[in-house]
């Protein structure tokens, strides 16, 4: 069984930076490709970044892309997302997951095999 903890949201200004984290607990970290997704109030839940199993490959949504970082390491079962530049549209609730293979992070949510709890990022003006 894996359980995925996520910590490191928080209210902050815009233009400010926050790193999330999400601790992998179970078996094989490193053959899970990871993903970042958020949901918004009144919005659907979106893929925010992903990471294959590997590191080598990572994927951003545009809205996000070129402010924020995916990584993983694997010597502490976690995988990071750093926030910079931080706009009132990133406020949501930021989940982590995990999905089992050797393949790139898949975009479609229903494809992930574990989720966590989430951590609300809020971001004012």
């Known amino acids: 069984q894996v359980q995925l903890v996520e910590s490191g949201g928080g209210s902050v200004h815009a233009g400010d930076s926050l790193r999330l984290a999400c601790v992998f607990y179970?078996?094989?970290?490193?053959?899970?490709?990871m993903g970042w997704f958020r949901q918004a109030p009144g919005k659907e839940r979106e893929i925010v970044a992903g990471i294959n199993w590997s590191g080598r490959t990572t994927y951003y949504s545009e809205s996000v892309k070129g402010r924020f970082t995916i990584s993983r390491d694997d010597a502490k079962n976690t995988v990071f997302l750093q926030l910079n530049s931080l706009k009132d549209d990133d406020t949501a609730v930021y989940y982590c997951?995990?999905?089992?293979?050797?393949?790139?992070?898949?975009?479609?949510?229903?494809?992930?095999?574990?989720w966590g709890q989430g951590t609300q990022v809020t971001v004012s003006s």
């Open positions: 997951a995990a999905e089992d293979g050797p393949n790139n992070a898949p975009l479609d949510p229903d494809e992930y095999d574990y």
């Open positions: 179970g078996r094989a970290f490193s053959s899970y490709a």
